[in-house]
């Protein structure tokens, strides 16, 4: 019950960072372990597990103005997918298709 109590930890108010650079390996794995928690109690929304990948992870090192957003003038690597991952249940998470598309520093929309 102690293990990964991401809700606890959003609820006091500190920043949930995400990475997929470790274990488990890719983020869709961490979507559905974050909203599918084996303790529903843990468990974060879609939108707050997606955001701890994506706006998150900028805000952990400084770099928010730049980066975790699409925006114009924002850096990004976008990636598309076969299917809404905030709106699929967590065995269609790992199933969703996906391409990484790289982005450019300092285009402008």
């Known amino acids: 019950r102690a293990m990964n109590p991401f809700r606890k930890v959003t609820d006091a108010g500190i920043t949930l960072v995400f990475g997929s650079d470790s274990m488990p390996m890719g983020p ?11 303790f529903p109690a843990n468990r974060l929304t879609p939108a707050e597990a997606f955001e701890s990948y994506t706006e998150r992870p900028a805000y952990a090192v400084f770099d928010e103005g730049r980066k975790g957003r ?21 065995p269609t ?11 450019k520093s300092g285009l402008k929309a």
Not at 28 to 36: Q, R, S, V
Not at 94 to 99: A, N, Q, T
């Open 93 to 103: 998470l790992l199933k969703i298709e996906y391409v990484l598309v790289a982005g």
């Open 70 to 90: 699409i925006e114009p003038g924002m850096c990004a690597d976008l990636v598309v997918m076969n299917k809404d991952p905030l709106t699929a249940a967590a």
């Open 28 to 38: 869709l794995y961490g979507l559905a372990g974050a909203t599918e928690h084996p």
